[in-house]
């Protein structure tokens, strides 16, 4: 896949291209990156791509001759190939969600325009490009971190560029639901403690576990998701449940202080240690 960023801070935008799993997307040949310096393509010897607005106010607007030149020539380069999708990023656009990152990851070529300051000429928008994408509803001082969050979501579902431990099909928004919690070591910091039934190793209720944390998760945080999303009747069930260790896994739990602490406790009290450690943090 290919896709060309057109931008006046080609410097800010290359920064990002060259930085951890899209730098090594680019360098194993599975996204070519092409960032455009729309300077290039000012014809006078100020290399001129703002002017001030019609109809006064303050501010500058992006001209359009630039770009029209800018977006020919890429579109020229296709050659032969399909036309290019054309998307300018605007805060009146369209909303930029995971479903079109999905659509988009798809395409041969992405062109991804960067407006500035007022923004840019509205010929643009009505006659050179095929989309208008925001990221969200609050305003930038550029485009280019929008289409550097565009090119990054797109990226990352483009085959081989995540391991397979990463899959895009775990992620948030797979389906409309948000994705299970993630522990790493320490097992415990300043007394908090990683859910034992992650450190069981009982995979089956690991996997349970974590379906139920993604529901309650996109219950409580993000209703409208909740509500489009179509539950199983075990997915009701697992609601409500409350998920423990098997107690033939609970000799696979590390101890901790808290864990020491709970034993000697336990103990002084005269109880059966084994029988009770089922403490669920969810
Ligand atoms: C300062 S903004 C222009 C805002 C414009 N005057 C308005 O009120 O809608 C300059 C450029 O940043 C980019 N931008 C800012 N916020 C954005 C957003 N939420 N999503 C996508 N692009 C955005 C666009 O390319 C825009 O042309």
Redesign the pocket.
Known sequence: MRIDIVTLFPEMVEAVLNTSILRRAREKGLVTFRVVNLRDYATDKHRTTDDVPYGGGGGMVMKIEPIARALDALTAEACGAQKPRVI??????RQFTQELAREWAKESHLVLL???????DDRVRQHLVTDV???????????EL?ALVIADAITRLQEGVLGDQEAPEKDSFAEPILEYPHYTRPVEFRGWRVPDILLCGHHAQIARWRRQQSLRLTRDLRPDLFNRLTLSADDLKLLDEEITVPPKSRKHLPVTSESLEETASQQERGKDTDGTRTRDHS
């Open positions: 300018l990023t605007d805060p009146r656009g960067c407006g500035h300051y007022e923004g840019v994408v925001s990221i969200g509803d609050y305003v930038l001082t550029g485009g929008p």
